[in-house]
């Protein structure tokens, strides 16, 4: 659930820059305030989760270890910025202050992206079987 809403949301981030880039305002609005909810459930199911289970271990050695872990910390640290960027650059946006929206977007899009697709990412390296990989 955790991964697929995370995909779902970094899905919905290119769909809504493409929109803008377009120019299709309000497409563009509905699809990140679509963004915002699904990144939102998916925190809301992750803390569950991790309430209930806690941390899970990374037993896998070899190559795959340091990789994991530099994507991990990367991934933490920049998803701890995510929320206060991403309630800016949607209140700015959806309050009409569109030039301080657009300054805070260039940075919320690629860091929001980033956290979404190695999110992802450290679910599959986390939970894969090892032949998969």
């Keep these: 659930m955790n991964a697929t809403?995370?995909?779902?949301?970094?899905v919905l981030l290119?769909?809504?820059?493409?929109?803008?880039r377009k120019g299709r305002i309000q497409q563009h609005r509905r699809v990140m305030i679509a963004a915002?909810?699904?990144?939102?459930?998916?925190?809301?199911?992750?803390?569950?989760?991790?309430?209930?289970?806690?941390s899970v271990r990374f037993t896998r050695q070899g190559l795959v270890r340091p990789l994991y872990?530099?994507?991990l910390l990367t991934h933490v640290v920049l998803a701890a910025a995510v929320l206060p960027l991403a309630v800016v650059t949607l209140s700015r946006g959806l309050k009409g202050r569109y030039p301080r929206h657009r300054a805070i977007a260039r940075w919320t899009f690629p860091i929001w992206m980033y956290v979404s697709v190695t999110g992802v990412l450290v679910y599959v390296l986390l939970y894969q079987p090892t032949w998969l990989l």
């Design 5 to 10: 809403l995370n995909a779902l949301s970094g």
């Design 14 to 20: 290119l769909v809504g820059y493409v929109l803008i």
């Design 36 to 54: 915002f909810l699904t990144s939102s459930l998916f925190l809301v199911c992750y803390l569950t989760y991790h309430a209930q289970v806690g």
């Design 69 to 71: 872990f530099s994507i």
